[in-house]
């Protein structure tokens, strides 16, 4: 079946080191979102990328999705504490309303 | 405010009695859908809700059930809870479906002995 590998699963960063997620999926997606949850909350959305080869910028956030829409990035430029947390990636499945997440990758800033 | 509430927030329980665990939102979102988490699995979903009286599986649908009677409301149903049901159970809404936001409640974390 379909899967997200996200890697890596953890990165131990020091506060001012940049940080990247990468998201694979075994098939191609038709959008793909990502999510942060700190510890103990639960996921809050943080951005869409619907288009091949998109880019998004929020703040610090850059986000990217492949040209072949099978896999992304979050990169996190200067890690500050309050990005710890676990980010994951997901979309729907092609076709059908089901949702699939990638296995997230937690972070932790140290100060 | 825009929410997605669950309860109960915490619940132990023992194998095989029934339990329910309620969503609501507040936003009147047609999509709505359970997740489990649980460690290096990321979060799978259960089942999934498209509107009222329309349902479908997601991922892991076995041993759970679900209904969708009114739009705000989306029970989740553990007829014969078992202890490899226990997890941190999420409730989701969107707008409509596979190109909106999901908004997740806070999450019920389940114990079955």
């Known amino acids: 079946g379909q899967q997200v590998m996200q890697i890596p699963q953890y990165q131990h960063v020091q506060e001012g080191e940049d940080f990247t997620t990468y998201c694979n999926s075994s098939?191609?997606?038709?959008?793909i979102q990502w999510y942060k949850q700190r510890p103990g909350g639960h996921p809050v959305f943080l951005i869409q990328l619907v288009k091949s080869g998109e880019v998004k910028k929020q703040k610090r956030l850059t986000f990217q999705f492949g040209e072949a829409k099978k896999n992304s990035s979050l990169h996190i430029t200067a890690t500050q504490t309050t990005d710890v947390g676990t980010y994951f990636c997901?979309?729907?499945?092609?076709?059908?309303?089901?949702?699939?997440f990638g296995t997230g990758t937690r972070l932790k800033v140290l100060a | 405010e825009a929410q997605v509430t669950q309860n109960p927030r915490y619940l132990i329980t023992v194998t095989g009695k029934k339990l329910t665990v309620t969503c609501s939102q507040n936003m009147n979102h047609e999509y709505m859908s359970w997740y489990r988490q649980d460690p290096g699995l990321g979060l799978r979903q259960i089942y999934y809700?498209?509107?009222?009286?329309?349902?479908d599986k997601g991922d892991v649908p076995e041993g759970y059930k679900v209904s969708r009677k009114e739009k705000r409301n989306f029970p989740l149903i553990l007829e014969s809870p078992s202890p490899n049901q226990t997890s941190l159970y999420f409730c989701?809404?969107?707008?409509?479906?596979?190109?909106?936001?999901?908004?997740f409640g806070p999450g019920t974390r389940l114990t079955v002995l």
């Open positions: 989701a809404s969107s707008s409509s479906g596979s190109t909106d936001t999901q908004y």
């Open positions: 098939t191609t997606l038709s959008n």
């Open positions: 809700s498209m509107n009222v009286e329309v349902t």
């Open positions: 997901a979309g729907p499945r092609i076709g059908t309303y089901k949702y699939i």
